[in-house]
Nanobody, 124 residues
């Protein structure tokens, strides 16, 4: 499986960005997909995930500001990020969770396919 994330960039606080992740080499619709981020000097953390059935999970820090969605016809998962804060600055990674027809869990170890990352920088 190959995951290619794009859409990052530099934005002012309060602004918006939309990340996209295109998947190939996989039966996209039967896997949970997620977004993670890694800020400088910090561990990679789960941000949001969407199950094969469309159920979504968010961390508290982004709930109400970020929206994850998927388009199975396009093999693509999205992360709409609104009201961005400097604390959201990080490299964002998309990932596919291990196992078919499973729900989202935040543990990084349960996600076994990763994209290359796209940098999001939020200026104050």
């Amino acid at each position: 499986v190959q995951l290619q994330a794009f859409g990052g960039g530099l934005v002012q606080a309060g602004g918006s960005l939309r990340l996209s992740c295109a998947a190939s080499g996989t039966t996209f619709s039967i896997y949970a997909m997620g977004w993670f981020r890694q800020a400088p000097g910090k561990e990679r953390e789960f941000v949001a995930g969407i199950s094969y059935g469309g159920s979504t999970v968010y961390i508290d820090a982004v709930r109400g500001r970020f929206t994850i969605s998927r388009d199975n016809a396009k093999n693509t998962v999205y992360l709409q990020m609104n009201s961005l804060k400097p604390a959201d600055t990080a490299v964002y990674y998309c990932a596919r969770k291990e196992g078919r027809y499973t729900e989202v869990v935040p543990e990084t170890s349960r996600w076994n396919s990763w994209g290359q990352g796209t940098l999001v920088t939020v200026s104050s």
